[in-house]
């Protein structure tokens, strides 16, 4: 049996795992904290000699932009050229893709047992498709599939201006424009975004808002022991459910559109009642084009090396 080698990196830790490269099986993943590694080539060498196994390829999914062949870390120290660890580690294929582009496409390989669906009709094999998701930033990319293979569209989607369309969302957007300027939807589609949506409840009343934690708004509207905090985790929903249905127009994708992330599956119940779906539907003249087109929450664990063994998978000829 031939293995690949995939990763899923961070800011903080290292996920890598091996991946069966007839069936695209993830299996030995292994989590290392960054902070104990000099390089990520270390942190590979340690885990291929823990496993006593030589691969001949492998995908790295990362949290930064990959543009050329040098790669710096957001948020971490690492930095390192492809082309030298590819030969370090003598390689015949080493794929380094942006962690996003990694989660979009693992969604072909996503089995009914992998995701949540909330509204619409049954996705439609091979037509285009979006994915989403809130974290520290929102990432967003698209998936469309050309002569048999997939091809993911990456972009800086979560910074597309901030499009209210209630009274009280633009209530937030005068608000929040008077604090930083341009609002992106990054602004108020994240953890500090969650934060963003409390503070400018309270303001726009005219009162103080508390020094909180994203999870602390989390928590109090769960407990409903806070009416601030229940009212911006309802518009968190809300707001999500807006730019999901922007996705969706953006580019037909009635091959379903797919929130990824690690903020919603916290309040999954609420967000289950919440106004996510009506407002994803709520397009005006164009609520019927909208309607049939499902929505998927990713509850796989590691949808980052799925992902990764998929591109990798498809770069040496497979269909996924």
Known sequence: MT?????????????LALCTVATGEITQAKTYSG???????AVIRHYLQERGIAVQDACIAIACPVTEDWVAMTNHSWAFSIK????????????????FTAVSM????????????FGGGSAQHDKPIAVYGAGTGLGVAHLVQVNRRWVSLPGEGGHVDFAPNSEEED?????????????????VLSGPGLLNLYRAIVKADDRLPEKL???????????DSCIDCRRALSLFCV????????????????????????IVPRFMEFFKASGFRAAFEDKGRFRDYVRDIPVFMITHGQPGLLGAGAHLRQT???HL
Do not use: C
């Open 316 to 318: 040496l000829g497979m």
């Open 171 to 187: 209530v937030i957007l005068e608000v929040l424009r008077a604090e930083v300027g341009h609002v992106s939807a990054e602004r």
């Open 84 to 99: 030298e660890m590819k030969a370090n580690l003598g390689l015949s294929h080493l794929e380094v893709i942006n962690d």
């Open 213 to 223: 934690e994203p999870k602390d708004v989390t928590e109090r509207a769960l407990a």
């Open 106 to 117: 693992a969604i072909p390989m996503l089995s009914p047992d992998d995701v949540l669906q």
């Open 3 to 15: 293995y690949a080698l995939v990763g899923d990196v961070g800011g903080t830790n290292a996920r």
């Open 239 to 262: 707001i999500m459910g807006r730019f999901g249905g922007n996705l969706a127009l953006n580019l037909g994708t009635f091959g379903g559109v797919y929130i990824a992330g690690g």
């Open 35 to 41: 902070l104990e590694f000099d390089s990520l080539e």
